[in-house]
């Protein structure tokens, strides 16, 4: 199990940007795929951007060239600059450690933070 903690979210207006971060426990970070996901009021959670060890990176069609994911495995930490933002974008984001490279949400494996809320609204 890896411990994270998201930090990063808040409240800001459409066309706005935000950046999020995931600091993960030291526990083999670097051997993880970590991604961020998000869940809306009444939806299901959808994978938004997930990363490799290797940096292998796959985006969801709805943020793509808006958001940007990354990882600094010195730092145990990735991060996902989301700019452009939309009221759609509006849920909580969690940060997940997983063993495997998943394209899509596949249930509640590996480890998962606890979220942080993002609210894109005027």
């Known amino acids: 199990q890896v411990q994270l903690v998201e930090s990063g979210g808040g409240l800001v207006q459409p066309g706005g940007s935000l950046r999020l971060s995931c600091a993960a426990s030291?526990?083999?970070?670097?051997?993880?795929?970590m991604g961020w996901y998000r869940q809306a009021p009444g939806k299901q959670r959808e994978l938004v951007a997930v990363?490799?060890?290797?940096?292998?990176?796959h985006y969801a069609d709805s943020v793509k060239g808006r958001f940007i994911i990354s990882r600094d495995n010195a730092k145990d930490t990735i991060y996902l600059q989301m700019d452009n933002l939309k009221p759609e974008d509006t849920a909580v984001y969690y940060c997940?450690?997983?063993?495997?490279?998943?394209?899509?949400?596949?249930?509640?494996?590996?480890?998962w933070g606890q979220g942080t809320q993002v609210t894109v609204s005027s």
């Open positions: 030291r526990n083999s970070f670097e051997i993880y795929a």
């Open positions: 997940n450690a997983d063993q495997i490279f998943r394209l899509r949400y596949a249930g509640d494996l590996g480890s």
């Open positions: 990363i490799s060890s290797g940096g292998r990176i």
